[in-house]
């Protein structure tokens, strides 16, 4: 009997070690708070990253497409009930990821004699201005960490994760334009799948450039942009290269 939290224990670090190895391959996604609006990117090969949850939220993520669902949907049904029992306005990023997401998750990965939820993800809420926006890291064990405003990166690879997302902070303020901030993280999500460093060694900026453009041929760039100034209750737009000026290789750039 003294040997069952042991291996209980054991049985959590192989289980770790499962969901990192095959996530491993999993494409990173961003979320930037600018000035007018929150950007969310992911690329992909044709199962989508990038989604609408409620009004003023957003999720994007990487892993296994049916569990990135099942974590889609529970978090519009806990949305929808949180807005029926109280109001649209007092659905929060902090209930739905703390008091809902994290839990199940955490109960799915310490099962283990059940599948655990193949998933690393982001989430995104719009507020009044870049300093009031919050942004939300969830991990396929439950764990989370919050963050108001900046930039937030997802992957599989913990350390490449920081490194990235420290980069992005340093070069992405909130008043970046949109055109450009979504550049970086184009550039950013290069250096990424490509495993360069992020650190004196990384590419120049046209190397990257190009580097983003060749990359995506064949895939889908998807972008998504909460928007801060629109009228109207649900602020999910989204978005194409063209449409933030800028283009992939095979087609020459706007105007």
Known sequence: MTEEPYRWLEAIANRREYVREQL???????????????????????????????????????????????????????AHLESFTRAAEDVTLRRLVGFGLSAQLKSAFEQIYSAPFLVELLFAELGSDP???????????????????????CTGDP????????????QLPPSRPRSEATELLLEAWWCLVHHRTFAEQLPQEPERRAGWRSATQGRTVELAW??????????????????????????????
Not at 41 to 57: A, I, N, P, T, Y
């Open 131 to 153: 300093a009031r926006d919050c942004l939300a890291r969830l991990h396929a064990d439950g764990t989370f960490q919050v963050h108001q405003g900046g930039v937030l990166v």
């Open 159 to 170: 350390e490449a994760e920081r490194a990235a997302q420290q980069w992005l902070r340093d």
């Open 226 to 255: 909460l928007n801060r100034t629109a009228a109207k209750p649900a602020r999910f737009e989204p978005l194409r290269l063209e449409q933030v000026g800028l283009a992939t290789a095979a087609s020459p750039p706007p105007g």
């Open 24 to 78: 491993k391959a999993g494409t990173p996604v961003f979320a930037a708070s600018l000035t007018d609006g929150i950007l969310l990117l992911g690329v992909g090969s044709g199962q989508s990253k990038v989604f609408e949850l409620f009004d003023r939220h957003a999720l994007a993520g990487l892993g296994h497409p049916a569990d990135i669902e099942r974590i889609r949907q529970a978090a519009i049904d806990l």
